[in-house]
């Protein structure tokens, strides 16, 4: 059973930073990650990429975030983090950490899936 797990949301002043974790459990059941990322969502708009890492190790991240976020991943703790920077008031949304992966059911790899975080709060005031 796979779960993404969030934390680190919380509220800043303009200028301030956040660090999002994002850590996956039931690592038995995962036979790959093609790819992680962060999205957000404010009231009354539509969830939107902020940032994306694949397999080829390529991080691409929205232009309203570039030079002020930061993806990583710590393999061996099966996290990703978000490191937020130089924040701002358009910030401010539910974050959501995002993965697709294949699992694996103990015979076969399974088909690809996608599977989502439960959302942290991030709210910058100014």
């Known amino acids: 059973q796979v779960q993404l797990v969030e934390s680190g949301g919380g509220s800043v002043q303009t200028g301030g930073s956040l660090r999002l974790s994002c850590v996956v459990s039931?690592?038995?059941?995962?036979?790959?990650?093609?790819?992680m990322g962060w999205y957000r969502q404010a009231p009354g708009k539509q969830r939107e990429e902020v940032v994306t890492?694949?397999?080829?190790?390529?991080?691409n991240y929205a232009d309203s975030v570039k030079g002020r976020f930061t993806f990583s991943r710590e393999s061996a703790k099966n996290a990703v983090y978000l490191q937020m920077n130089s924040l701002r008031p358009e910030d401010t949304a539910v974050y959501y950490c995002?993965?697709?992966?294949?699992?694996?059911?103990?015979?076969?790899?399974?088909?690809?899936?996608?599977?989502w975080g439960q959302g942290t709060q991030v709210t910058v005031s100014s």
């Open positions: 995002n993965a697709n992966l294949r699992g694996w059911d103990g015979r076969r790899v399974t088909a690809p899936a996608t599977y």
């Open positions: 039931g690592s038995g059941n995962i036979f790959s990650i093609d790819s």
């Open positions: 890492f694949n397999a080829n190790g390529n991080a």
